[in-house]
């Protein structure tokens, strides 16, 4: 694969997937950091970009964009002709499987809160307690399923392993507390230490 640009910020979850996705395909690529925070994904010439004004932003070499960083993860390793895409039809789809419920009750809850909380600046009081309740809902799901299987990937790390940890690893931020699962903070070090990245510290970024 050529070179690409990624659209991202070192603060996103979603935008770090698909860094460490590259990065562990070995597919060399442009980091345009992008701060949404200054409002940098609603500019005219981003929407112009993206029309739905949000980061990660895959540009191919060609000039076609991706977007939705679970997809870009998904073609990124299938273009690289990766082992990260099971071949078998089931085992694809209990894979897809994770991302899915990644980006529907993981994300919209973890990383919602976390911005909200730390990016936002609102109080507990001011925050939906959905929130926290999914939250906790989704870590204890994963520290059951982390409990007789090494990685959500199979029996060795794979693109859940990578879209999962993004916001886990981030979660104190959110107000929830990682310590209460223990195989979720043993997995967080070994998805860590397989992708080669210092663990998170709210001083890191
Ligand atoms: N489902 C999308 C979510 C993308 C998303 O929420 N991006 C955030 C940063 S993590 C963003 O760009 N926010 C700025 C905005 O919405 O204005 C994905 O996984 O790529």
């Given at each position: 694969m050529q070179r690409i640009k990624i659209y991202g910020s070192g603060i996103s979850g979603n935008c770090l997937k698909v860094k460490w996705t590259a990065d562990l395909l070995g597919i060399s690529y442009d980091w345009i950091e992008t701060d949404i925070l200054k409002g940098e994904t609603r500019t005219e010439a981003f929407l112009a970009l993206?029309?739905?004004?949000?980061?990660p932003v895959v540009v191919l070499d060609d000039g076609r964009v991706l977007e939705q960083s679970c997809a870009i993860m998904l073609y990124l390793a299938e273009q690289a002709g990766?082992?990260?895409?099971?071949?078998d039809a089931y085992e694809k789809a209990k894979m897809t499987g994770w991302l899915f419920w990644e980006q529907n009750f993981h994300e919209s809850s973890i990383a919602v809160r976390r911005f909200r909380k730390r990016?936002?600046?609102?109080?507990d009081e001011e925050l939906d307690p959905s929130l926290l309740s999914r939250g906790n809902t989704s870590l204890q799901l994963m520290e059951d399923h982390l409990t007789d299987h090494p990685f959500f990937g199979g029996s060795k790390l794979g693109l859940p392993d990578i879209a999962l940890v993004a916001y886990t690893r981030m979660a104190g931020d959110g107000?929830?507390?990682?310590?209460?699962y223990p195989h979720v903070v043993k997995w967080i070090a070994s998805v860590q230490a397989a992708l080669g990245i210092p663990p998170y510290s709210e001083e890191s970024i």
């Open positions: 993206s029309p739905a004004g949000q980061i990766s082992d990260l895409i099971p071949t990016f936002a600046g609102l109080s107000g929830y507390t990682l310590n209460d």
